[in-house]
């Protein structure tokens, strides 16, 4: 650099300058936005993999899911053969008097005719509910057996509103009980 005049110096830095800067920009207006172009796309591309990867597990346990669907359809179905049909209070009373039969110590007393109502707690739920207010006459260790068998027999119904006073017969027992409470169930759907 000693034997170049101080003006071909001048040049020769402003050349090498102006070479850096334009290298410079390239590399950030070029490179820098190609890299951060391929990230996406590689980014992308792991998504697409693992939408793809999530596509073929499910083809591949297609037939597992559509048994397990007719099962639980016909799961269903069985269970709604046992919902309260068109007729439910001629569906409820014998289906509680033959229940109760083999409770020698439990007399069904009264059945009053169901009220319908939409099932609030679920939104959209396409079953509306039937609630039958129910008096019998029992002792308490019977009653207590009858109503885990009857809850066990009968899933799909609900007690509720469960009252139990002494007997007001003159005939009965005095440790009998007076046990009032409602029975909801569900009703079958279009079986109104």
Known sequence: MNKLSKEKQ????IAIGGTLVVLALLYFLLISTEQSNLEKIVHKTAEMKATTDQAEKLLREKKTIEDSLKRDMEELANIEDG???GDKYA???PLLTKFSEPYKNISVVKVE??????????PKFPYKSATFHIV??????DFGRFLADFENKFPYFHVKGLEMLPTTSPTDDKEKLDIKFDVVTLIKPNAE
């Open 113 to 122: 005719k169901e009220r319908i109502t939409d099932v609030l707690s679920i």
């Open 10 to 13: 001048t040049q020769l830095a």
């Open 91 to 93: 569906w409820f009373v």
């Open 136 to 141: 019998l006459t029992a002792f308490y260790v």
């Open 83 to 85: 919902m309260a049909p």
